[in-house]
């Protein structure tokens, strides 16, 4: 099946370009091709722009274990309506993901539910080393610096130096140092406001934590990716990169803060928590700097009626593919951004700092992930259209101006006009983890 998408401005890795784009079958055969060539299916994209499918490295699609909440079918369309084709989920499921055989087993589920790409972290715990060294089919390994399911906190520094230093994959980690964490939750254990929150996690706890992550991969030269940033300091932490770390932001830390508790309470409740306007200018600068590289979701569904119960018993977390990349194009229309700094964050910049194959640009030869976007369409977000199992979104009521209104993966539309189209299957994302990062293979 050969597909030619005509008059759209393509966001090429170096240029926004008035050029057509020739699909066939799971590959992109060719940019500009010649007039008289022949296809399948012709689409004019006229007023439109093409970008690669968005690569969200930082999602909690819930299955196996907490289907209430979540799960890839549901999760997966959200992704395909949003732009995103391809995610990397997180290893707290239940079970966890902390085993090879748990990792296989993921990656099957995925191939029978999930109608875009996908990849899945091994989570580290303080025993489980030797899995961690020999696992395969993975983007890295997470380690959560910090309180979390089951038995994957990891909090003894010797454990934390025997991974940093036995492990060769690339490593993520969830950064708030704990004992902080603990000793701010007993000094306010008697406050219930949900604006607390943000005092019991509070700059503190995440400064700490990621100064002691990046300390462990410069000793120990290994990459290392700084989740979330919720800080404006935190940045100071890794601008001396030393081509070995890179850090991602998500929506939430770039457009909340504790000013927004009055209105959204525990909705925006979240750890990291929402931490100052001035962090969130900060993070956004660092964006633009180039000291942060990535935005992801870190998309983590609960019931409403989960979220909505008082504090503490509230769950921590949001929901936030199906809206991640209108909330980016919204910028550009606003004049924060360029349309082509979005596509790096979110497409170019994801793929290379994980070594994910023949994704993240428009290019002769990479695989078709591709979402055209009409920055002209101004829609509101409203819970009653989310695909998300929970069914729910913070910026519910929030009109945006540009969305995207097509998606590819691998050739194959997922989400049109028509809406989602659940008939199709994503497969596993590829890792070459031996070409060395973002780093070394800029150009």
């Not at 439109?48 to 907490?66: K, S």
């Not at 706890?205 to 030269?221: E, G, Q, S």
């Not at 979701?297 to 936030?320: C, F, I, N, R, V």
């Amino acid at each position: 099946m050969s597909t030619l998408i005509k008059n759209a401005k393509v966001v090429l890795p170096h240029e926004v370009a008035d050029v057509d784009v020739l699909v066939d079958d799971a590959r992109i055969a060719d940019i500009d091709p010649a007039m008289q060539i022949a296809a399948d299916e012709v689409i004019d994209a006229s007023g439109l722009h093409l970008i690669p499918g968005v690569i969200d490295d930082q999602v909690h699609f819930r299955e196996p274990g907490l289907t209430h909440k979540e799960d890839l079918a549901h999760a997966s369309a959200a992704c395909a309506k949003g732009g995103v084709t391809t995610f990397f989920e997180m290893p707290n499921t239940s079970p966890t993901t902390t085993t090879c055989d748990a990792l296989h087993a993921k990656l099957e589920l995925a191939a029978g539910k999930s109608i875009v790409n996908y990849a899945f972290y091994i989570g580290a715990t303080t025993e489980n080393v030797d899995e961690l060294k020999r696992a395969q089919r993975t983007p890295g390994i997470k380690i959560f610096i910090g309180s979390s399911t089951g038995n994957m906190l990891v909090d003894e520094q010797e454990a934390l130096e025997q991974i940093f230093a036995e492990t060769s994959l690339p490593i993520t980690a969830h950064c708030e140092d704990e004992a902080t964490v603990q000793a701010n939750a007993q000094r306010y254990a008697d406050v219930h406001d949900v604006a607390i929150h943000s005092q019991i996690r509070d700059h503190q706890a995440a400064w700490i934590a990621t100064r002691r992550a990046v300390d462990l991969a410069k000793r120990h030269r290994h990459r290392f990716h700084v989740l979330h940033v919720s800080t404006a300091a935190e940045v100071e932490l890794f601008r001396d990169h030393q081509s070995l770390l890179t850090a991602e932001a998500c929506p939430h830390h770039l457009f909340f803060n504790v000013d927004d508790y009055e209105r959204l309470g525990s909705l925006v409740q979240m750890n990291p928590s929402l931490k100052l306007k001035s962090d969130n200018e900060g993070i956004w600068q660092a964006l633009l700097d180039g000291e942060i590289q990535v935005i992801a979701t870190d998309h983590a569904p609960h019931q409403l009626a989960e979220k909505q119960q008082p504090y503490p018993a509230s769950p921590s977390g949001l929901p936030a593919v199906e809206n991640s990349l209108a909330l980016l194009l919204d910028q550009v229309n606003r004049g924060h951004c360029t349309i082509q700094q979005v596509v790096h964050w979110m497409c170019d910049a994801p793929a290379r700092v994980w070594d994910l194959l023949y994704k993240g640009r428009i290019e002769v030869g990479y695989d078709a992930d591709l979402v055209l976007v009409d920055l002209e369409l101004r829609q509101q977000v409203l819970n009653e259209n989310q695909l998300t199992k929970c069914g729910w979104s913070p910026w519910h009521g929030v009109e945006l101006q540009g969305w995207p209104v097509r998606t590819w993966v691998r050739g194959q539309q997922v989400f049109g006009p028509e809406g989602v189209d659940r008939s199709h299957r994503g497969t596993e994302a590829i890792f070459d983890h031996q070409r060395g990062g973002y780093w070394a293979t800029q150009d």
